[in-house]
């Protein structure tokens, strides 16, 4: 029992560093070439959704993770629009956040997001997608979308801080 009781910290740290965090799949809907792009207007998110935390049942077999309830509207949780912003900064493209229908006049791509988040000692991002919209707002350029890994419970804490670099270099196609 005491060897057993020893090795646990090592099997749960190998958990912890083999965790999935997700998946990312990038659609483009256009073929503009995104490298002329110098100005963006990010539309900041009025909310997030969230997805209420519930234990799973413990029975004679194991533990059984019940499937989750709907997201529910939520105060906007996380920084996910500064992240954008900077990260398109970092490929040259001068970004401005602002509200859904407040679009200034010069710029060449407007940016869209969605999150959704749920708790796990923390709270943890299970799917964020981020849209490139042409200016005149008509057109879906391209599309971003993470989500958490299927055993929501194996994962490494997706933030935006995470995913948003890797979702931006897919969208500019970098």
């Known amino acids: 029992m005491k060897t057993t009781l020893h090795k646990l910290p090592v099997f749960l740290l190998i958990i912890l ?14 073929n503009q070439n995104l490298t002329n792009y110098t100005k963006a207007y990010i539309i900041s998110a009025e909310n997030s ?4 935390f519930k234990f799973g ?10 499937p989750d309830d709907p997201a ?4 906007v949780i996380g920084n996910t629009d500064i992240v954008i912003k900077k990260e398109l900064e970092k490929y040259g493209i001068k970004a401005e956040i ?11 791509l407007i940016v869209v997001y969605n999150d959704t988040w749920r708790w ?3 709270k943890v991002l299970d799917k964020l997608e981020i849209i ?14 993470f989500n958490i890994s299927k055993n929501k419970e194996m994962h490494n804490f997706p933030t935006p801080e995470k995913e948003v670099p890797k979702m931006i270099k897919e969208l500019l196609n970098k």
């Open 17 to 30: 560093l083999c965790s999935c965090a997700g998946t990312i799949k990038t659609v483009r809907t256009s």
């Open 49 to 52: 959704q969230y997805i209420q």
């Open 57 to 66: 049942i413990i029975t004679p077999v194991g533990y059984i993770v019940l």
């Open 72 to 75: 529910k509207n939520h105060e």
């Open 98 to 108: 602002g509200k859904k229908g407040d679009l200034p006049n010069d710029f060449d």
């Open 120 to 122: 796990d000692l923390k």
């Open 132 to 145: 490139f919209i042409s200016p005149d707002g008509n057109k879906e350029i391209a599309r971003s979308t």
